[in-house]
T-cell receptor, first 112, second 119 residues
């Protein structure tokens, strides 16, 4: 399909791990990204991964990439209330040098 | 070093009026991108500009929408004769190089957005 798909909502308890999933569309996408959007704010780049990698870790964040299934996930360890936000995955498709294609976003709610 | 500055943050227009949204990129950035976010949706690419040039406008509606990035001053996204369906958040992003380079060249810095409401 044409859309980058994400589940709409995820609720986790503070201190637990969060896993946000994304299915992208183009098997030849070169880069895949995770952005965070807090209420009323713009998008903040969290991390990105090259398509020839299958994992990237950056402090509490772990990105896993399954190219065969076109599946991307973001794991947040020790989730904090400050992690509550909307998380967008995005792909840079081959042949589209100028743009990113975004998913619909997953709203992460962290409860005490 | 201020980030990407957008104004106004909120804009209310009646149907048929014009909306002008402004974006000042980060200092040193000469590439500007506009994205639109409809309620409950992800961001959709609209247009990519460099100074005085439109590089890719494949996401722009064919009518009523235009964008510019003059040699001096901010980038402007202009919507003429607005309709209710134009109500959305419009985000501007900038980068120091274009999106064709390696990983460093693909980092976009986003502004906080301009939220347009059409009555």
């Amino acid at each position: 399909g044409e859309d980058v798909e994400q589940s709409l909502f995820l609720s986790v308890r503070e201190g637990d791990s969060s896993v946000i999933n994304c299915t992208y569309t183009d098997s030849s996408s070169t880069y895949l990204y995770w952005y965070k959007q807090e209420p009323g704010a713009g998008l903040q780049l969290l991390t990105y991964i090259f398509s020839n990698m299958d994992m990237k870790q950056d402090q509490r964040l772990t990105v896993l990439l399954n190219k065969k299934d076109k599946h991307l996930s973001l794991r947040i360890a020790d989730t904090q209330t400050g992690d509550s936000a909307i998380y967008f995955c995005a792909e840079k498709r081959s042949g589209t040098a100028s743009k990113l294609t975004f998913g619909t976003g997953t709203r992460l709610q962290v409860t005490l | 070093n201020a980030g990407v500055m957008q104004n106004p943050r909120h804009l209310v227009r009646r149907r048929g009026q014009e909306a002008r949204l402004r974006c000042s990129p980060m200092k040193g950035h000469s590439h500007v991108y506009w994205y639109r976010q409809l309620p409950e949706e992800g961001l959709k690419f609209m247009v990519y500009l460099q100074k005085e040039n439109i590089i890719d406008e494949s996401g722009m509606p064919k009518e009523r929408f235009s964008a510019e990035f003059p040699k001096e001053g901010p980038s402007i996204l202009r919507i003429q004769q607005v309709v209710r369906g134009d109500s959305a958040a419009y985000f501007c992003a900038s980068s120091d190089t274009g999106m064709t380079g390696g990983p460093g060249a693909n980092v976009l810095t986003f502004g906080a957005g301009s939220r347009l409401t059409v009555l």
